[in-house]
C-alpha cells in the first residue's frame, strides 16, 4: 500500500492536511535535514560540537526512515506512533544543545521540529482513532 491509498483509507482528525501538503513541507523539509547533517559532520571534525551530539542526530535520522515503512508496513500503528515520538525527542534533544553550539545548526532544523511535532500529534490522533 502507499502512502495516499493509506491516508484515503484512514479517519481523520479535522486538522490533517491534504496529501499534496505532505510532499511540499517534505520537500523543504529533507534538504534542510541534508544540509543540517552534513555541517553537523563538519563542526563535529572541528570539535565545535560533540560528535554524541551527531550520534544523536543519527539516530534521528534512522528513526525517520523507518516512520513509512513502519506506518505502511503493519496493519497497527503503534510502533509508527512511538517511532515519531523518538523522532521528535531526539530533535527537540538537539535543538536544546544546539540553541548553545551553533545557532546555524538550531534554525536549519526548526522548521523540521515544528513539522514533526504537528506530524506526532496527527500521528498519535490517527492511531488512537483508527487503532484503538
Do not use: C, H
Amino acid at each position: 500500500m502507499d502512502y495516499q491509498t493509506f491516508y484515503a483509507s484512514i479517519e481523520k482528525p479535522f486538522f490533517a492536511p491534504e496529501p499534496w501538503v505532505f510532499g511540499f513541507a517534505w520537500g523543504i523539509i529533507y534538504p534542510l535535514i541534508a544540509i543540517a547533517f552534513l555541517y553537523a559532520l563538519y563542526l563535529a571534525s572541528k570539535r565545535k560540537i560533540s560528535w554524541s551530539m551527531v550520534g544523536v542526530f543519527g539516530l534521528n535520522l534512522i528513526a525517520n526512515l523507518a516512520f513509512t515503512p513502519l506506518q505502511l508496513g503493519l496493519p497497527n500503528q503503534l510502533y509508527a506512533t512511538f517511532d515519531i515520538v523518538v523522532i521528535v525527542g531526539t530533535l527537540a534533544v538537539l535543538e536544546w544543545y544546539l540553541w548553545k553550539q551553533s545557532k546555524t545548526l538550531f534554525f536549519l532544523l526548526l522548521p523540521y521540529l515544528l513539522w514533526g511535532s504537528f506530524a506526532t500529534v496527527l500521528q498519535a490522533s490517527i492511531y488512537f482513532t483508527n487503532f484503538v
